[in-house]
């Protein structure tokens, strides 16, 4: 009976945790609007700070991996969480850029604490009851998206009386989180476990470098660009609707939006992707990168304020709920095709891409910004991300395409074989040109 209860209020705990932890609640939606109107600080230094934090992701994942090893669960994330409230008391007290550009360092450190290792935790809650697993992150994960978009509103509202106070709101959810985890329930023995996953039995399906090299980099390279330049545009979005006079109150409410729009496309993504299949990926670049290129067009073109407004809310939605599902649809592909060390190791390089390409699309988004204006760097950078992005995503869609065809021989024969989510049409199509082959 102890045991039951430990386990369900580990469970509630885990869920307040990570609603609390999983990103930066009240911080983003302000984080422009604070820096450039309290702090006085330039939009170019905003992307600056944004390309040293990157920057910091990928320098400190390997020494900080190392050192989660010999600390136990809780205590790496009673250190994620100290370094969050560290980073919001430094960021609400400097107003000098290069002190706020160093210490950006307990911000990487905080988010790389709480994401490795809130999946360590979920681990021990669950045991070996993996079927609660999804489940659970499931109810996580929603009710930090709900949070998270009345934040952006309650956030956006108390700017108007001052700017300060949802920081001290979130500094003091900060302490309750880190409170939490002296309730947990762990044996020593699971508080111990490596962050990394157990792969002292398994071997890798395939070799990470062999036939599936190009596979590989083309996985890296739309991590790089793509996602690495999702991090700038929406930064470009918030820069935007700040230099066309949008007030704190209406930008809350459009983040709300987002988040919510965002939240219901992780609902439906399953059913999207059963639906199309191998052209799931490229629609939802596709739509991406047109909303981007709208939001350029939108810049350089004389229009009220309420024109601008609209669309790049719009903008700022489609942004959102094109970019969750991208990343839940790639690790989903990975995971189909990596397995043992080769799947950690793909985890790895492309969380590297991710960053790397977010800090180098910042720090060029800076320089532009500030020789030129916002305008400039987000066409010059839609241009590069086009040019970069496209090539890789022509080349993983065909692969997967082959891939398909590939398995479908192998569910005729009776042979196992890698293969990836196929959509009914793609089936039916794929066995057609089967067949017209064998009849040639």
Known sequence: MDKANDQKRNKILYVLFKTITYDLLFYYTLETMFLTLVKGFSFSQV?????????????????????????SILNRLR?????????????????????????????SIGNLSISINTTSLLDVIIGNDKDQTSKLEGKATAAWWVFEAVSAVVAGCFFQIDPFVSYYIYMAMLVLAFAATFFFKINKQDNYVSSQPNIENKQPKINLFGKYKKLVIAIIILAFSFWGA?????????????EIGTDSVILGWIYFAAKMFTATANLLMHHAEKKLGLKFLPVLIGVFFTSVLLMCITYFIDMSFMAKLIIVSIVVCIMYVARNPYRISMKSTMTHCFDGLALEKMFSYYF??????????????????????????????????????????????????QTNRDKIKAEQTESEQIGFPIAEADKVQLIADESINNEK
């Open 230 to 242: 999702a991090e700038m545009f929406e930064s470009g979005a918030k820069t935007f609707l700040q």
């Open 352 to 401: 590297i891409a991710e960053n790397l390409g977010g800090a180098i699309f910042a720090f060029i988004a800076s320089f532009i910004v500030d020789k030129l204006n916002l305008g400039w760097a987000l066409l010059i950078c839609f241009v590069a991300t086009i040019c970069i992005a496209v090539p890789a995503l022509v080349f993983y869609v065909k692969y997967l395409n």
């Open 47 to 71: 992307f600056l700070i944004t390309s040293i934090d990157l920057f910091f992701v990928i320098v400190l994942a390997l020494p900080l991996n190392f050192i989660f090893k010999r600390v």
């Open 79 to 107: 250190i994620g969480t100290l370094c969050f409230f560290a980073y919001i008391l430094i960021f609400l007290l400097t107003n000098n850029i290069y002190v706020l550009c160093a210490l950006v360092i307990f911000k």
